[in-house]
């Protein structure tokens, strides 16, 4: 059998959404271990 963890993380950068994603999943190794995926649902941007 499978078991799915599913968490929400925020990540942020001047430079990136990329960037912004690699912070989150950053953050997420902290708590998770072995991150097979990564799924991007919204983004912002500043003008």
């Known amino acids: 059998m499978t ?3 599913v968490i929400k993380v925020l990540g942020t950068s001047e430079e ?3 960037d912004a994603a690699r912070d989150a999943v950053s953050q997420a190794n902290e708590i998770v271990e072995e991150i097979s995926g990564v799924g991007v649902l919204d983004y912002t941007g500043g003008v």
């Open 3 to 5: 078991a799915v963890r």
């Open 16 to 18: 990136s959404w990329e």
